[in-house]
């Protein structure tokens, strides 16, 4: 757009002047040629780009005649009869409107609250997920444990019934022992036992002098059954080893036999029991 202002109307009327319409042709020339490019611009980007439509710029020129000025009299010239209106400026093209279809839909907006209860719930799931984990570890520790538990309980069974069996043998053998060691005195006793014995006299000065007592006497039964080499042993009153003595010469013994033959059994003790009554 083009305006011209005239601040003196009395101007029309001056002489014209060849160098004031020359300046003036040039300035409406210069005015459309920067409206046809304003208009080639617009026109060509919205064919290359499919740009959305702006509001094209609008190019506002304004021809201005300053009163003339006591300083600048040469400026004080009449201007020329009236100037021939310009030319009017082509009608500018407006771009079309963009197809809704080829606008890029635009994202929403993000609510906060949605994000808030998004980020609780992915902490929720993770605590959750954490949870498990702990419950699966402590589900194979306790596991683990009872496993050692078990096997230390049937370790100490083991071994508990190992006991058992050796405490039991030991009793079987120590039974055995006991039985054979009675099974072997018995038979001893029974290849040696006395077919007679003689009480000892008692001696009258013992009777006089009411002397009571015990005398033990050491022999060896020959394979005759006889008696050999009898003594005294220690703790014998004196008035007792001679009647002790002469009672053993008298007892008599079946004779020990092994392998079908007669041996002697030495260190046959008997005891004679000095009482009065």
């Not at 304004?62 to 100037?83: C, F, G, K, R, Y």
């Not at 009872?146 to 043998?169: G, I």
């Amino acid at each position: 757009m083009t305006a011209m202002t005239l601040h003196r109307p009395y101007l029309a009327a001056a002489p014209v002047d060849r160098s004031g319409l020359w300046r003036n042709g040039l300035a409406a020339s210069l005015a459309v040629g920067l409206h046809v490019i304003v208009l080639g611009l617009l026109v060509r980007g919205w064919v290359a780009e499919m740009a959305p439509a702006e509001q094209p710029a609008v190019l506002r020129t304004q021809l201005v005649i300053l009163a003339p000025t006591p300083e600048a009299p040469a400026l004080q010239a009449p201007i020329p009869s009236p100037i021939p209106a310009p030319e009017p400026l082509p009608a500018v093209v407006q771009p079309p409107e963009p197809v809704a279809a080829t606008l890029a839909p635009s994202k929403p907006a993000v609510d906060p609250q949605v994000q808030v209860q998004k980020l609780q719930q992915a902490a929720l799931a993770r605590k959750r997920v954490e949870e498990k984990k702990r419950e699966l570890q402590a589900e194979q520790n306790r596991e683990r444990l009872e496993s050692q538990n078990r096997a230390r309980e049937v370790e100490q069974q083991h071994l508990a019934q190992q006991q058992s069996q050796q405490a039991e043998q030991a009793r079987l053998s120590a039974e055995r022992s006991r039985q054979q060691a009675a099974a072997q005195a018995a038979a001893d006793t029974r290849q040696y036992l006395p077919l007679s014995k003689q009480a000892p006299d008692y001696p009258q000065r013992a009777l006089d002098k009411n002397l009571e007592g015990d005398c033990t006497v050491e022999y060896t039964v020959n394979p005759q059954g006889k008696v050999e080499n009898p003594k005294v042993l220690e703790g014998c009153h004196p008035m007792f080893m001679r009647p002790s003595l002469a009672a053993a010469d008298t007892f008599r013994y079946q004779p020990r036999m092994i392998d079908g033959k007669a041996v002697s059994v030495p260190a046959v003790r008997n005891t004679f029991h000095y009482r009065i009554k």
